[in-house]
């Protein structure tokens, strides 16, 4: 992470890292069924759950304290120090920026370890034959032509 090991910004590396986080925890999540509906994404489910006041971040950290418990602290830090850094203190203890990263990897590696769990399971499933053509149909794309 080149703004981390530059150490010139570290509100801006706590910042991002916390943004990658959000995004690693939603590539877990998302889709999800909840009541028998599909969610593709956070921000319909969002919409769908949210409470009067309540802010997109606070609601992702509901979501991980129910669904992925063991990286749940670890989010709520790199969001609070994300918080701190962009509105209370731009100079940031490098200890903490330290810190900070070490959860965004912990993340990373347990949301790229459920991703590789997906995909496992995905791989398993037979795959379905298609039917063969239809006597006068092609497999390959249609050619486009130019206009003249």
Request: glycine share 4%; proline share 6%; hydrophobic share 35%.
């Amino acid at each position: 992470m080149h703004l981390h090991s530059s150490g010139e910004f570290p509100d801006w590396t706590v910042t991002t890292a916390f943004y990658c986080a959000m995004h690693y925890v939603y590539s877990v999540i998302f889709p999800c069924v909840e009541h028998g509906d599909n969610y593709l994404n956070f921000e319909a489910y969002f919409e769908k759950f949210k409470r009067p006041n309540e802010t997109k971040h606070g609601f992702t950290l509901i979501l991980l304290k129910k669904k992925h418990f063991s990286v749940a602290e670890k989010y709520k830090q790199l969001k609070d120090g994300a918080h701190a850094s962009r509105y209370q203190d731009y100079e940031i203890h490098p200890e903490v920026v330290k810190k900070m990263i070490k959860n965004l990897n912990d993340i990373e590696i347990y949301c790229e370890a459920k991703i590789a769990e997906k995909v496992a399971k995905v791989a398993a499933v037979p795959a379905v034959k298609a039917d063969p053509p239809i006597k006068g149909e092609t497999t390959e794309p249609e050619q486009i032509q130019n206009p003249k």
